[in-house]
Nanobody
Framework: QVQLVESGGGLVQAGGSLRLSCVASRITFSTSAMAWYRQAPGKQRELVARISSGGSTNYADSVKGRFTISRDNAKNTVYLQMNSLKSEDTAVYYC??????????????WGQGTQVTVSS
């Protein structure tokens, strides 16, 4: 029933920009923490950026200053604005939701992923 649907991936030249979107359905979105992860072939999946229900953000050191995560609760959507893209940003990017709150255990959900390829 829960769905996270990513979009916005594609092929871009180094130095370019992309904006990824993730639309969540059947989740109380406003109280869920949202995050973007990525995984390149032969590498471990890594956290790229996270945004709490209150709007606090965290970024991987490798993307800090270049990527921005944001959310629009009215649209049940989380975004990842990616600027100054580098070849090492090439990966499948996954949307993640965590519905845990102070008062209840939650669940973790994943999107299907969207490919980002940066050419040099």
């Amino acid at each position: 029933q829960v769905q996270l649907v990513e979009s916005g991936g594609g092929l871009v030249q180094a130095g370019g920009s992309l904006r990824l979107s993730c639309v969540a359905s059947r989740i109380t979105f406003s109280t869920s923490a949202m995050a973007w992860y990525r995984q390149a072939p032969g590498k471990q999946r890594e956290l790229v950026a996270r945004i709490s229900s209150g709007g606090s953000t965290n970024y991987a050191d490798s993307v800090k200053g270049r990527f921005t995560i944001s959310r629009d609760n009215a649209k049940n959507t989380v975004y990842l604005q990616m600027n100054s893209l580098k070849s090492e940003d090439t990966a499948v990017y996954y949307c993640n939701a965590n519905t845990a709150t102070r008062h209840e255990l939650g669940y973790v959900y994943w999107g299907q992923g969207t490919q980002v390829t940066v050419s040099s």
